[in-house]
């Protein structure tokens, strides 16, 4: 049988996979791609075999995913043409060198024409570029990460102490970026047991923002309110944080909201309008665990928080 390969391993997300991943399978069996030797000096201590690969060219690409049986995809830091074209290129040379499947973390509702997300566009490209390649796949359609909207409870617990976004009365099942990990370590592990799935990664609960922000107030006696505003007003509360309104602009080390604003407005658009209120049990059956709740993170909310954006655009 051929390793396991995962990419992504420099990220917050796939540091995290990498990190269940070891405690799943012999080390022996796996792969780990980063963007540099750096980023991989700690996994190749522990005697698992490191690779570097840039996605965005497809140069080298064959060679760093030669002897891979399944091949975790997280996606790309950056939205837009030149996400689709990168993932295209890990798409192409998973084929070439012999990948029967590749595991992908897209989007809750990647699929309906109708979701306003500007990121679903580009799951939706990969994962109907998977399918046109005629590649086995395991997508990982995700909800929000809690983390986001932790990180953003505290930003008006430092400020006034209204919540603003224009996500309104919208439900989203939040689920933990530890759980997205999870599910991806696991699809990789166990992907022989899956062909042509699609599994929806959700939290344990769908919940308006308010009620998200009250069960963030009893955890940690804070007293947010929410008050639901406009997109456009939205894009001017990022803006004024300094948060880009792309993926191609400046992220201010440090910022507590590490996306660009685009994709942030676009997402709470879509929860508004109710494209992103799935909650499924993928998780637990893929996994065999609960997923984590709103209510636990929030109690131990310094382990929760979003923190820096640590994937290279290169």
Do not use: W
Request: hydrophobic share 40%; glycine share 8%.
């Amino acid at each position: 049988m051929g390793k396991l390969l995962l990419t992504g391993v420099d990220g917050n997300l796939g540091a995290e996979a990498a990190r269940v991943l070891l405690t799943l399978a012999n080390k022996e069996d796996l792969i780990f791609v980063g963007y540099s030797e750096a980023s991989l000096e700690a996994f190749k201590a522990q005697g698992v075999e490191t690779r570097t690969a840039n996605f965005n060219y497809y140069d080298g690409l064959e060679e760093a995913f030669a002897g891979a049986e399944r091949l975790a995809l997280i996606s790309m830091p950056f939205v837009g043409a030149k996400r689709q074209n990168a993932h295209k290129n890990v798409a192409d040379a998973a084929k070439a060198a012999g990948v029967k499947q590749i595991i992908y973390t897209s989007l809750v509702n990647a699929g309906d024409p109708t979701n306003p997300s500007v990121e679903k566009k580009d799951h939706i490209y990969t994962e109907d570029y998977i399918k046109s390649i005629g590649l086995d796949y395991v997508f990982l359609r995700n909800s929000q990460y809690a983390e986001a909207m932790i990180s953003n409870y505290f930003t008006y617990v430092k400020g006034d102490g209204v919540l603003k976004n224009s996500q309104g009365d919208g439900k989203m099942a939040y689920i933990s970026r530890r759980d997205c990990a999870k599910a991806v370590a696991y699809a990789l592990y166990k992907g022989n047991e899956y062909s042509h799935a699609i599994l929806n990664i959700n939290g344990p609960k769908l919940m308006t923002i308010s009620e998200f922000i009250e069960i963030g107030n009893k955890a940690t006696g804070n007293h947010i309110s929410y008050k639901a505003i406009t997109d456009e007003e939205n894009y001017l509360i990022f803006d004024a944080m300094g948060v880009p309104r792309t993926t191609d602009g400046v992220f201010q080390k440090g910022s507590e909201a590490p996306f660009a604003s685009e994709g942030m407005v676009t997402f709470a658009q879509a929860i508004r309008e109710g494209k992103m209120d799935l909650c499924t049990d993928d998780f637990k059956k893929l996994t065999g665990s609960d997923p984590i709740t709103v209510q636990y993170m929030f109690e131990h909310n310094a382990d929760f928080q979003i923190g820096e954006r640590h994937s290279k655009d290169i």
